[in-house]
Nanobody, 128 residues
Framework: QVQLVESGGGLVQAGGSLRLSCAASGGTFSSYAMGWFRQAPGKEREFVAAINRSGYITSYADSVKGRFTISRDNAKSSVYLQLNSLEPEDTAVYYC?????????????????????WGQGTQVTVSS
């Protein structure tokens, strides 16, 4: 059983930056691809970014490409999401998720149904 705890959310003005962190425990972190998803009020949860087991392959939603950066530190069992040039449309609860990959090294899942474990979420609010 993997536990995920997000942190780093908050209130920021448009154009500002935040760095989200997700600390994992209870499993072999390097066996999991990691992803970030978000859910805005009244909307379905959507994919934001994902990173493969070793951290050298990433994938981004078109809406955040060039503004957000996902990274991971396997030694610290943590994944990060750097949010730059934030827009009011980025306001949402951001969730960290883990997708078990076993021996698969290059997969970067973008479908939430491929993720086995989820954090509780951290709120990001961008004011205009």
């Amino acid at each position: 059983q993997v536990q995920l705890v997000e942190s780093g959310g908050g209130l920021v003005q448009a154009g500002g930056s935040l760095r989200l962190s997700c600390a994992a425990s209870g499993g072999t972190f390097s066996s999991y691809a990691m992803g970030w998803f978000r859910q805005a009020p009244g909307k379905e949860r959507e994919f934001v970014a994902a990173i493969n087991r070793s951290g050298y392959i990433t994938s981004y939603a078109d809406s955040v490409k060039g503004r957000f950066t996902i990274s991971r530190d396997n030694a610290k069992s943590s994944v990060y999401l750097q949010l730059n040039s934030l827009e009011p449309e980025d306001t949402a609860v951001y969730y960290c998720a883990a997708s078990y990959q076993g021996l698969l090294r290059t997969r970067v899942p973008t479908d939430e149904y491929e993720y086995n474990y989820w954090g509780q979420g951290t709120q990001v609010t961008v004011s205009s």
